[in-house]
Each structure stands twice: as structure tokens, then as C-alpha cells.
């Protein structure tokens, strides 16, 4: 008799294990179930931050271009300067008095990829009625974007538009010239700072236009290596114990981020077309639910490319403790 409630017991036990068992299967398999995919909201969130900010470089650096077309606003004689037209847009000195150079947007990249529209004005720094060349130490120069418009060619309804203002200041003195008579030698830097506050609109062909604000904080180290002029991006803002804060504000999702530029970000911006591809460089968008990894100048299977020219940049994160990627060309 005691065996067989010995054995009864055994049983009881080894079939409540078991249930135990398939409780705890169906209740992980109900779990993993309901995770859903987050990949399109995160790749909107990471490509934006990388294309923005493209679009915003590329203005600084025609901005710097500008600077050039005239002894007034460089500083040095004609015969040294480096620029003196943009591809797909006119450099207004008219206001020049004033200090004040108008550059009109109005046509197409040379890969016929991009068409921009809009207008950006630079207010040169003015001293007892004359304009404060932009090679002199310390200097700023105030730009206002006015309905700026970048419209993706290749994409149905795709553009960025951005308004606000941005000031730039020359930190080191100094300004680009030709590569063989120039302020920038191997082994020489120049340096200037960013403060911007922009408000960007993103596929405005809509009935509601809906913008998000943008802040832009970073230092920007011009360098020349072989014959070829090389920008690089950092941080230099602390926003919630976070170093190297390159940019902050409202993610098309709604939520707050600001973004750390983990390695600096470098761009080649030599030659006429500015081809807004970074060479390298790593950012972490913070505040979102799902921190984003962005890693600049990779192939199309997300490898970093050391030699050749990279074809996009790569987002990494997690999604409920397992890691998820996505691997996007430059536009």
C-alpha cells in the first residue's frame, strides 16, 4: 500500500513538473510573439540624423565657400582663393556694403540626384562700417536659412526643408586657399565652431507641413592630407552627462534625442561637388527608447571601408536584449 502511494506520489510529481513545463514554453513563446519589429521606426530615426546633418555640412562648407568670392570677405587677394561658384546656386554681393552675401539655390547636383531651392543669407561681422574678412581670429558669421529645400530626384516625394539661423565662428584665424598658396599646409589646421537652431521639414508635399526643431553644437577641424581638403566633426556640448553632443532635438517619432558623436565624423570637401558621403566616423543617438549606433563609411554589407570610397553607414540596436542592424546607402 505505502508503494503505491509512493509511486502515485512520483507520478503526481512528474506530471506537475511537466506542466510546469509547457506553462513556461507557451508563456516565453507568448512573449517573444509580441515583440514587434522596430526597424522602420529606427532606421527613420538613424537616417535622418545621417542625412540631416549631411545636408546641414554641406551648406557650412558652401558658406565657407562664399567667404571667398571677394578680397572683402576673405581677406586675401583674388588670385588666392580657392572658390568662387556653387554647384547648382548664385553668390549674390550685392548687399556686400552691408555685409551681407545672398546665396540664391536654384538647380541640380552634378549626378543629377538632388535638386535644391531656397536661399541662405551670410551676415558678415561688421567694424566701423566695414566688413570683417573671414580669415580674421575670432570672427562670426550669422547664416538664415529661408525656406531651404533639398528635393531627392530619384524618390517620389522625398525633400528636407529646413529654416532657422546658425552662427559660425573662426576660432583659429586663418581661411582655405589654393592648395598652393594657402593658409592650410600639411601638418596645419583650421578650426571654426557651430551653434545652429533649425526647424526641418521632411516630404512637405503634404496637405499639413509639420516641422521638428533641431540644435546643432559642434567644432569642425579643417586639415589637408595629399591633395585633398578633409573636414572633422565633433562634439563640444554636455547635454545629460553625455560628452560630445553634436546635435539635439525632436526625432520624427515624437521623442526628444540628443546625439553623441563617439569618434569624429570626417567628410572630403575638396573639389566642386561635394559629394556628402563621410569617410568615417561613430554617433550614438541617445533619449530614444532604443539607443542608435550610427557607423560611418561602410560597404552594402555594413563593413567598414578602409580603402575606396564607403557607400553608407550602418545603425546597430537592441530590440528586447537581441541585437538588430540595418545597413543604408548615402543619398
Known sequence: MRENNTISLYAGLILFAFLSLVSCRKESTHTLTNIHDDSALQTVVGADEVEISNVFEQVLNEVIKASSITPTTNGKMAGNILYTT???????????????????????NLEKTKGRHGIVYVQFEMDSGKVVPWKTKGTTIVLTFDQYEVVYLLKANKSIWLNGTC?????SGGTLGNIADSTLVPGNILTDKVRAQLNFTHD????????????????????LKDTSVVVSIKGDTTLNGINNVVSWGTARSESPFYTEATSSVEYI??????LLKPLSGTKI???IPSPITIT?????????????????????????GYPKKAVLAYE
Open 86 to 108: 556653387i554647384v547648382g546656386g548664385g553668390i549674390d554681393t550685392n548687399q556686400l556694403a552691408s555685409g551681407i552675401v545672398k546665396i540664391t539655390y536654384y538647380g541640380q
Open 269 to 274: 570637401i575638396s573639389g566642386s561637388g561635394f
Open 285 to 287: 543617438i541617445h533619449g
Open 296 to 320: 560611418y563609411g561602410v560597404d552594402n554589407l555594413g563593413n567598414p571601408v578602409t580603402t575606396g570610397n564607403p557607400t553608407g553607414f550602418r545603425l546597430n540596436w537592441l530590440l528586447a
Open 167 to 171: 552662427t559660425i565662428t573662426n576660432t
Open 204 to 223: 512637405d508635399h503634404v496637405a499639413k507641413i509639420q516641422t521638428w526643431p533641431w540644435n546643432f553644437n559642434r567644432t569642425r577641424t579643417f586639415s
